[in-house]
């Protein structure tokens, strides 16, 4: 049964099963992945899930339920379900169902040229990467991963107060792993390619990049530990950026386990940092117009030059601090309860160039990669030390890969320290992104 039959029949079905406000939250989603080995098929996936949440009042309670399966035969296990749930909760605080925001962005996050890209050309333009890898240096030993996903989510949100949304999005991604070696040493590259737009991925582009971040880690010498400035890459910036993004969360605050709890008009960053949240980000991949409750999305600017303007609400959590809700209710399924999350959360970039911020330095440290965030970071009080990689900077230029290193410091201390932002803004599939930054200082620690 197509979704939109079925919500019909089941918002009248619940009505005369004595349901009052009801809401339906529908998600379907779709993947597809290939890997190539040799130059053979190695992996070979496609998948498909979704299903529909149905929450209800029922007798003055909230009730829900949740079913993998739309069709007629569902109707009568979501209602009583339901039914079912909202008798045994205890008496508190229902939430309630919403009408709709009073206007909505239309944005179209689905590119139909990515349908009309074939598995055989899209296996045909692995195997030529992992070609062009494999012979661009002999100092290539191996390829681990040569892996082609593509990903679409659709979803549906419709209530009983006439509120009927849609939207959709999709992307294709290339995930390259690559082991290079000289003499005793072993060093590895890793690169993600995301796209909306097949005919943007170039072969020959797409290998060298790869090829030659694993190729810049040869070579590798000590430097003394101590303080330096740091030049953070952009992807480096935003694997930090995420691992604290929860800090920025009300539902985190009220709970008492973030250190920005009631610091609303403080100022808690540099004032060149200015932190957006834009569902509408145009070469983002988690775009969307309307948060998990149907309210409507919109751009939100919540460190404004340096200044904490707002953290980001639910409707729940916005009713508690007494504000209005930021549009950042979310679900993570069909059958997951509402949360708080962002969407395109990014540092808005500067004008200077990377090659800029390292220019500038005489002495700093670049990190291009970092290891073991989550277990060696504490979003609670923003302490962190973690494993790095990266090269050491002299007179403007970068000399030589350093040894692994640990960097350590504080996620609130650090972003008072930015001194330089640049251009280069690089957004996750996960939609956390950053260009890449120029630290005052952090501690570096070289095995």
């Not at 919500?7 to 529908?26: H, N, P, T, W």
């Not at 610091?263 to 980000?281: E, H, L, M, R, W």
């Not at 989550?374 to 979003?379: V, Y």
Request: charged content about 25%; aromatic content about 8%; overall charge negative.
């Amino acid at each position: 049964m197509k979704i939109e039959k079925f919500q019909e029949r089941l918002l009248e079905s619940g009505l005369a099963a004595g349901f009052e406000d009801m809401e339906i939250y529908y998600v379907k989603s779709k993947r597809f992945a290939c890997q190539v080995y040799k130059g053979d098929v190695d992996h070979y996936e496609t998948a498909e899930e979704g299903g529909l949440s149905f929450r209800g009042l029922y007798n003055g309670k909230m009730g829900y339920a949740y079913t993998e399966k739309i069709d007629q035969e569902s109707i009568p296990f979501l209602l009583n379900s339901a039914k079912a749930n909202a008798e045994i909760l205890e008496d508190e605080e229902q939430d309630e169902i919403f009408a709709g925001s009073e206007e909505y962005e239309d944005r179209d996050f689905y590119s139909e040229s990515l349908d009309n890209i074939s598995v055989p050309d899209k296996i045909a333009f692995l195997q030529e990467v992992e070609s062009k890898i494999a012979n661009y240096d002999p100092r290539i030993s191996s390829i681990n991963s040569c892996k082609l996903i593509e990903g679409a989510t659709e979803r549906v949100l419709a209530n009983s107060k006439g509120l009927v949304l849609h939207d959709r999005s999709n992307y294709l991604g290339v995930v390259l792993s690559v082991i290079v070696k000289q003499d005793d040493e072993t060093k590895s590259g890793f690169k993600v390619n995301i796209t909306k737009d097949f005919s943007t991925l170039h072969v020959d582009e797409i290998a060298k990049e790869v090829a030659e971040e694993a190729l810049s880690y040869l070579g590798e010498k000590s430097i003394a530990s101590k303080k330096y400035p740091i030049v953070l890459r952009h992807d480096a910036a935003s694997q930090l950026l995420d691992t604290f993004v929860s800090v920025f969360s009300a539902e985190v605050a009220q709970k008492g386990q973030s250190l920005l709890e009631d610091k609303t008009g403080d100022q808690i960053a540099a004032d060149i940092v200015t932190i957006v949240d834009d569902p509408f980000y145009e070469d983002g991949f988690a775009g969307r117009n309307f948060d998990g409750e149907g309210v409507a999305s919109k751009v939100c600017t919540v460190i404004e030059n340096g200044t904490l303007n707002t953290l980001l609400h639910n409707r729940k959590t916005a009713k508690k601090a007494g504000v209005e809700t930021t549009g950042h209710a979310y679900k993570p399924s069909y059958k997951g309860t509402l949360t708080v999350a962002p969407s395109h959360f990014y540092i808005k970039p500067g004008e200077v160039t990377r090659e800029e911020l390292i220019a500038s330095q005489e002495e700093a440290v670049f990190i291009t990669k970092l290891a073991g965030l989550h277990s060696g970071a504490n979003a609670v009080s923003g302490d962190f030390s973690v494993a790095a990689n990266g090269f050491y900077v002299k007179d403007g230029k970068i000399v030589t890969a350093v040894k692994q290193m640990t960097i350590a410091g504080n996620f609130f201390e650090l972003l008072k320290m930015v001194k330089e932002i640049g251009s280069d803004l690089y957004v996750s599939t996960g939609g956390i992104g950053s260009p890449s930054i120029l630290l005052e200082g952090l501690s570096v620690t070289v095995e």
